[in-house]
T-cell receptor, first 115, second 114 residues
Framework: GAGVSQSPSNKVTEKGKDVELRCDPI?????LYWYRQSLGQGLEFLIY????????KSGLPSDRFSAERTGGSVSTLTIQRTQQEDSAVYLC?????????????FGPGTRLTVL | AQSVTQLDSHVSVSEGTPVLLRCNYS??????LFWYVQHPNKGLQLLLK??????LVKGINGFEAEFKKSETSFHLTKPSAHMSDAAEYFC????????????FGTGTRLKVLA
């Protein structure tokens, strides 16, 4: 079946602009995660959604970052007033139920470049 | 707090020789541990996972890993490297605090020499 998809695959923007990154999880997966992969910081957790529960936003680096998940499926990560340090690959992952033993399946990522 | 340490940032092996990628973990709980591979400009792919069943875990493409609680290790091995194994490998522990978010090691880049 279809895996996790993300769009766009690449995004180049100017400093100060807002960007939206989209994630389509695997159908039927209730848990959705966003991570960021950057040269300086490696792979780091950003935010977690599980069903209709309140999201865990503990990994968001600043209040310029926000995310939502509509209808328990598609998620959008929004970065306002982008800065050069936001340049990274943003990865989305989904898992069946978000349990300890669940495997997270990753999308191909969105490479964000802030000029 | 949970963490993983990948002991080598780069490993080079000749094609046909064994591969050993080292990972140590720190966890106050019985951990769930994973190895993922990332080929250039590709997404992360699961190689194998340990979830407190058998301590020797077999994965895809001939990889396996052994969970050793006494050594807090979860090293990844393969008997014979192939050119297609050249990639970056991440050791991961699942945070049991409720979200089960992944905590990643810093990665090991494997180079396979012809």
């Amino acid at each position: 079946g279809a895996g996790v998809s993300q769009s766009p695959s690449n995004k180049v923007t100017e400093k100060g602009k807002d960007v939206e990154l989209r994630c389509d999880p695997i159908s039927g997966h209730t848990a959705l995660y966003w991570y960021r992969q950057s040269l300086g910081q490696g792979l780091e957790f950003l935010i977690y959604f599980q069903g209709n529960s309140a999201p865990d936003k503990s990994g968001l680096p600043s209040d310029r970052f926000s995310a939502e998940r509509t209808g328990g499926s598609v998620s959008t990560l929004t970065i306002q007033r982008t800065q050069q340090e936001d340049s990274a690959v943003y990865l989305c992952a989904s898992s069946l139920a978000g349990t300890r033993t669940d495997t997270q399946y990753f999308g191909p990522g969105t490479r964000l470049t802030v000029l | 707090a949970q963490s993983v340490t990948q002991l080598d940032s780069h490993v080079s092996v000749s094609e046909g020789t064994p591969v050993l990628l080292r990972c140590n973990y720190s966890s106050s709980y019985s951990p769930s541990l994973f190895w993922y591979v990332q080929h250039p400009n590709k997404g992360l792919q699961l190689l194998l996972k340990y979830t407190s069943a058998a301590t020797l875990v077999k994965g895809i493409n001939g990889f396996e890993a052994e969970f050793k609680k006494s050594e807090t290790s979860f090293h990844l091995t393969k008997p014979s490297a192939h050119m297609s194994d050249a990639a970056e490998y991440f050791c991961v522990v699942s945070d049991p605090s409720g979200t089960y978010k992944y905590i990643f090691g810093t990665g090991t880049r494997l180079k396979v020499l012809a």
